[in-house]
């Protein structure tokens, strides 16, 4: 049977402005022995599917620095100290699109990788959208707002013009429910 590792110790390496990097020493069940293991702490993130009422989804595209490409995702972000997930979703689709949505659903949760992350990343689904501003981007962000028909989304997705993992995930919980 499978056991938790008990931790022996745990220290925060160093801290950035995402996340922080701390070493677990945990201590084998099965063996005994004592592993370092190397966790990202992060904040939790949204997700949110902004649909429109003729079916579009309010897409962003925007230059990802880790994999130095432009993609094609939903808005998104972490949570900020003291926010809910759904406050949090709120506040990302309006700075991302300049939209708001009258009805939210929170569609499903997942851990973006457990081997190294601490965190959990909340998908929704926004409904009845209001164009309100222009998007109110951080100066980190360079983003593009953009509709694309719902219809669309699977090949998309097949053809890998749409691959961030979390975004595959959350059209995956909003696919289920239809």
Known sequence: MIKPWPCARSQTEKSFRVFSIRTDTAISPQTGI????????????????????????????????????????????????GDTPQEAAVREL????????????????????????????????????KKVSDPLPDQTEDIEVILIPLSDIPELIRKGEIDHALVITAFYWYFLQT
């Open 94 to 129: 309006l700075e991302e699109t300049g939209y708001q949505a009258e009805d939210w659903k929170e569609i499903g949760v997942v851990s973006p990788n457990p081997a190294i992350f601490s965190n959990r990343c909340y998908t929704f689904l926004a409904r009845n959208m």
């Open 34 to 81: 004592e592993h370092n293991f190397y966790i990202i702490e992060s904040r939790d993130w949204v997700n949110i599917i902004p649909l429109t009422a003729d079916l579009q989804v309010i897409m962003v595209r925007q230059y990802r620095h880790g994999s130095r490409e432009v993609t094609l995702e939903i808005p998104g972000g972490l949570l900020d100290t």
